[in-house]
């Protein structure tokens, strides 16, 4: 995991600035339950997949308000699958026990000062940092190329994010959550494993 830290989290800090998000913190670490199973897929295009978790995250604050206004929502993009509904607040988004690698994620985020992400995809590497404000989605990985995700980072611009990833041949990763500014990296590099599936939290 420092690898992928040492690999990628270096471009945070530009991309918080150009996002408007705050300074750098450090990231913890801590274990968590298994996540909830994936949901039937229903998204036919990125446009969509963004749209989606746009009003899910809107949907969320209404229907599931809590005291800290926090709320994320995300879908994946899995092979033989295509996008799948968005989910929210630690769910799991893609697949588990089928071997099939996700591909792309799209995220949305409220009260939380707005989010930066970024993917390891396999032939290509690090992707760049993508952020924006809540209320605004931001995608990852790739569509259309048949290409694994191997690794995600992703950073909110206050409080905390936490991620975990199914991995190939690993199976669930510890969940690493990281304070505002800073990274919580999820997944492998430089062993080809594909991500499976996400958990996120804020």
């Known amino acids: 995991m420092k690898r992928i830290q040492r690999s990628a989290a270096g471009l945070l800090g530009t991309a ?13 670490q801590a274990a968590t339950a298994s996540p909830a199973a994936p949901r039937a ?3 036919t295009s990125d446009a969509t997949a963004r749209a989606e978790v746009l009003a899910a995250v809107r949907r969320q604050a209404v229907t599931h308000p809590n005291e800290t206004g926090r709320h994320i929502c995300y879908a994946a993009h899995v092979q033989n ?4 509904s968005a989910v929210c607040d630690g769910q799991m988004a893609g697949t588990t026990g089928r071997s099939l690698r996700m591909e792309a994620l799209s995220i949305a985020v ?10 390891h ?9 993508v952020c924006a404000g809540d209320g605004t989605a931001v995608g990852v ?26 991995v190939q041949n690993i199976g669930w990763q510890s969940k690493v ?26």
């Open 141 to 166: 990985g790739t569509t259309g190329q048949s290409l694994r995700m191997e690794a995600l980072g992703i950073g909110v611009g206050s409080g905390s994010v936490c991620a975990r990833a199914h």
């Open 16 to 28: 918080l600035l150009v996002a408007g998000l705050t300074s750098l913190a450090a990231p913890a």
């Open 177 to 202: 959550c990281a304070a505002a500014g800073q990274a919580a990296f999820v997944g492998t590099t430089g062993q080809s494993l594909r991500m499976e599936a996400v958990i996120l939290t804020v």
């Open 121 to 129: 995809v396999q032939n290509i590497g690090w992707q760049h940092w």
């Open 81 to 84: 699958i295509g996008w799948q």
């Open 110 to 119: 409220s009260g939380v000062g707005g989010v930066c992400a970024v993917a």
């Open 41 to 43: 897929s229903a998204i």
